[in-house]
């Protein structure tokens, strides 16, 4: 098989979703494609770059339908969009805190979020601000969520001892969606 950056990212992917970051070396990975790991550096210069293309093709597929007619219903589609991309592969917010958010495709995302953020009047001076924050939610988001999905489903909830019998458990998607209005209503307050 001729090996591709394609191919290794794939491959990769594959790997993480069996066996996790901590065991995707250049070594298991060249194993894995049934090759020797100094192949692999023709494509890829080390892992940061591996990382680097994972994050890349995750966030390829992110392209909300609505365009960039409306602000606020690009960003919530594409957070959502982006929420399950990074849901689909483990240890996906690992490699996007590791990656470089300068690649091609990351960097279109972010312009696009910063025109959206700017048409919802968040000041010039402040828009990468706020785009970090956006994006550092929606990592965080998918983290808290990746853990409490890892509880069994009868596992006594903890809050509900301090805050009551009333307390109710928002879904993944309620409480997702209740943090990203929080945000733009925070966004909004402050143009």
Same mark, same amino acid.
């Given at each position: 098989m001729a090996l591709s950056q394609e191919i290794i990212v794939a491959a990769a992917m594959e790997l993480l979703n069996r066996d996790g970051i901590e065991n995707l070396t250049m070594r298991t990975l060249a194993g @894995?494609?049934?090759? $020797?790991?100094a192949s692999l550096y023709r494509h890829i210069k080390d892992k940061q770059d591996l990382y680097d293309m994972i994050a890349e093709a995750l966030i390829a597929d992110i392209k909300p339908s609505c365009g960039l007619r409306s602000a606020k219903k690009y960003l919530l589609e594409a957070a959502g969009l982006y929420r399950q991309k990074l849901l689909s592969l483990r240890d996906s917010v690992a490699i996007f805190t590791w990656s470089?958010?300068?690649t091609p495709r990351r960097f279109? @995302?972010? $312009? /696009?979020v910063m025109i959206c953020l700017l048409h919802l009047g968040v000041k010039e001076n402040k828009c990468m601000v706020a785009t970090h924050m956006l /994006? /550092?939610?929606i990592l965080s988001s998918v983290s808290d969520e990746t853990f409490f999905r890892s509880f069994p489903s009868d596992t006594p909830n903890p809050y509900e001892t301090i805050l009551g019998s009333n307390f109710e458990w928002l879904? @993944?998607?309620e409480q997702f969606n209740y943090g990203l209005e929080v945000l733009f209503t925070g966004f909004k307050a402050l143009k």
């Open positions: @894995f494609l049934d090759t $020797k790991a470089r958010a300068t279109d @995302f972010m $312009k /696009n /994006n /550092n939610y879904s @993944f998607d």
